[in-house]
């Protein structure tokens, strides 16, 4: 059974950090490229930030980039997300998401918000 498992949402505020955990399950994590997507409400769900199997390649979404940073254990079977200097507009709640060329996983989701 796949099991992709977020925690570590809450309340923040503007100007705090946060750190999003992604339990994985039922599949092979070193295989498959990890994201991070977030939907605030009214709007489309985004993509925040990918990393490859072996970590080598981060990339961001120009929001986020130089205040996220994503990470992975793969003997943890684990990604995770460092949000730092949170704003308002990160509001949102977060998806974690396991993707291969074949197969593709979302776990529930983790409410962010920022407000003070």
């Known amino acids: 059974q796949v099991q992709l498992v977020e925690s570590g949402g809450g309340l923040v505020q503007p100007g705090g950090s946060l750190r999003l955990s992604c339990v994985a399950s039922?599949?092979?994590?070193?295989?498959?490229?990890m994201k991070w997507y977030r939907q605030a409400p009214g709007k489309e769900r985004e993509l925040v930030a990918g990393l490859t199997r072996t970590s080598a390649i981060p990339n961001y979404a120009a929001s986020v980039k130089g205040r996220f940073t994503i990470s992975r254990d793969n003997a943890k079977n684990t990604a995770y997300l460092h949000m730092n200097t949170l704003k308002p507009e990160d509001t949102a709640v977060y998806y974690c998401?396991?993707?291969?060329?074949?197969?593709?996983?979302w776990g529930q989701g983790t409410q962010v918000t920022v407000s003070s």
């Open positions: 039922g599949f092979t994590f070193s295989s498959y490229v």
């Open positions: 998401n396991a993707n291969s060329y074949d197969n593709d996983y």
